[in-house]
């Protein structure tokens, strides 16, 4: 694709990628993404924000093909999808100043073998003039690695802002035009690497309160013509508040941890509760971890298999633990054959959350009428503490 003018002498790069079904070899891509590069002409000066990841070297350089001279390239983030050809950009032109973070000079040094020499690094809050245009640096720490910041192009309000505020969508589109589908997809990524953080992101929101923004350009995903519609959603998103919901992984077998999870599922229905299944054989992490968000209440269901937990209950365990959802109640149901330390082993794998475990209900073989009652009592116990605790 060719660049594409937002406004007078500022232009969309970048390469749409309509194929990539998998990020980081682990986040499912549903819609493909794109990696978002801008150039900024100036009076005095041009810039580039950001790159694309080596393998789109060509479509980016391409498109800089008749753009003679980049007097600063400037580095929002060191992840390599938005940094991985700088070396070669670099190399066309050999003059352009390296701007960024002190923390993210040392990663692109690191990442990318780039040489000290060509850095220039800037200052929370720092201007640079690019002669009838400025720009202004904003230190937004995890959003989602420690380096991160923004780039804020004062005369025209727009806010380049790398991964805050992107999201994984492939299309045609420049700008925003299906909100609903630009917010579920926002609300994904948001999930997948940004929950882990929202506490230094709600300061990191708080930060970006002064400015006046008419646009936001992100590195992955549509620029928000209408930036209220992300800003609202990510200030509800940092609160991490719960609702009156049971996030409910599962796995089974044989059929019989199936059958518990169907009839808690039943359970928790008739009390008011609402219940989110994801049936790990088979299911889209993405869309688990955006159920945790806003879950009160997890419970895993789990055969027990080589003495433990079924490796992908593990799994979606781990997953849970590293993004730290405010997730206030925890519960493990399943069925096992002969023994082992399923509950257990589940619990020391969750150090990072800061629940109250409910007491599990585990069976032997298929589920007996005290197996099913006591799911009925567990039921019971959840749907009085979101009660109690005033979650609708
Ligand atoms: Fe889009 Fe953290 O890279």
């Known amino acids: 694709m060719k660049a594409r003018k937002i406004k007078d002498g500022i232009y969309w790069m970048g390469f749409v990628d309509w194929d990539r079904r998998l990020f980081d070899s682990l986040v499912p891509l549903p819609d493909g993404t794109?990696?978002?590069?801008?150039?900024?002409?100036?009076?005095?000066?041009?810039?580039?924000?950001?790159?694309?990841?080596?393998?789109?070297?060509?479509?980016?350089l391409g498109q800089l093909k008749d753009v003679d001279k980049i007097d600063y390239l400037i580095s929002n983030h060191a992840e390599q999808d938005h940094s991985g050809i700088i070396p070669k950009i670099l190399e066309k032109y050999p003059d352009?100043?390296?701007?960024?973070?002190?923390?993210?000079?040392?990663?692109?040094?690191?990442?990318?073998?780039?040489?000290?020499?060509?850095?220039?690094?800037?200052?929370?809050?720092e201007t640079l003039s690019l002669g009838d245009r400025t720009l202004?640096?904003?230190?937004?720490?995890?959003?989602h690695w420690p380096e991160t910041m923004v780039t804020y192009l004062e005369e025209e309000e727009i806010l380049f802002s790398c991964d805050f505020f992107g999201s994984h969508i492939a299309t045609t589109d420049l700008f925003v035009t299906d909100e609903a589908r630009v917010h579920e997809a926002a609300k994904r990524y948001f999930a997948e690497i940004m929950m882990p953080f929202r506490k230094v992101i709600k300061k990191d929101l708080d930060k970006?309160?002064?400015l006046s923004i008419k646009m936001i350009a992100p590195g992955h995903g549509q620029i928000f013509q209408h930036p209220e519609l992300i800003l609202d959603a990510y200030q509800e998103w940092v609160q991490g508040s719960c609702r009156n919901t049971v996030v409910l992984p599962y796995v089974s077998m044989h059929e019989s941890t199936k059958l518990m999870v169907n009839y808690f599922t039943a359970a928790l229905v008739e009390k008011g509760v609402k219940v989110e299944l994801f049936n790990l054989a088979e299911t889209d992490i993405g869309k688990l971890a955006m159920a945790l968000m806003d879950a009160a209440t997890i419970v895993v269901g789990t055969p027990t298999v080589l003495a433990g937990p079924h490796p992908y209950a593990a799994y979606a365990a781990f997953l849970a633990n590293a993004l730290r959802p405010n997730t206030k109640f925890l519960s493990i149901i399943g069925s096992y054959g002969w023994g082992g330390k399923t509950v257990e082993t589940l619990a020391g794998m969750i150090p990072n959350l800061k629940v109250e475990v409910l007491t599990p209900v585990l069976c032997k073989g298929k589920p007996s009428d005290?197996?099913?009652?006591?799911?009925?009592?567990?039921?019971?116990?959840?749907?009085?503490k979101h009660r109690e605790q005033g979650f609708n």
């Open 136 to 143: 202004k640096f904003i230190y937004t720490p995890w959003v």
């Open 208 to 210: 970006l309160e002064p």
């Open 34 to 60: 794109s990696y978002n590069a801008y150039l900024i002409k100036g009076s005095e000066k041009t810039v580039l924000i950001d790159a694309v990841e080596s393998p789109m070297a060509d479509e980016l």
């Open 96 to 125: 352009a100043r390296l701007i960024t973070t002190p923390k993210a000079k040392g990663m692109l040094m690191d990442l990318l073998q780039i040489s000290e020499g060509v850095f220039t690094t800037v200052e929370d809050g």
């Open 370 to 384: 005290d197996a099913y009652k006591a799911l009925d009592e567990l039921a019971a116990s959840i749907a009085e």
